[in-house]
């Protein structure tokens, strides 16, 4: 499906709904979340990250069964992540 970039509009194919930005927005908009929020946005990000590698790859555990898991234990998913070495 086609979304148009909430920043600067430019047209992006994308496989999610989710999706708001284009790749180069994203980008610089992490970066600059990053800068103003720090761990807890790299938190997030790496967890952007970590499900579009597992979309990639398409092995593992998925990003939900990984979320129920954390949730079972009360963790955040960056908690788990970091407890289970994932
Ligand atoms: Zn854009």
């Given at each position: 499906m086609i979304v148009h970039c909430k920043i600067c509009g430019k047209p992006v194919?994308?496989?999610?709904?989710?999706?708001?930005?284009?790749d180069e927005c994203r980008r610089k908009k992490y970066e600059t979340t990053y800068r103003i929020k720090g761990e807890e946005e790299a938190i997030k990000y790496a967890y952007q990250?970590?499900?579009?590698q597992m979309r990639a790859?398409?092995?593992?555990?998925s990003i939900e069964e990984v979320v129920r898991?954390?949730?079972?234990?009360?963790?955040?998913?960056?908690?788990?992540?970091?407890?289970?070495?994932?």
């Open positions: 194919e994308v496989k999610s709904p989710n999706v708001k930005y284009c990250k970590r499900i579009e790859k398409r092995n593992g555990p898991e954390a949730n079972k234990e009360g963790l955040s998913y960056g908690q788990y992540v970091a407890k289970h070495g994932l």
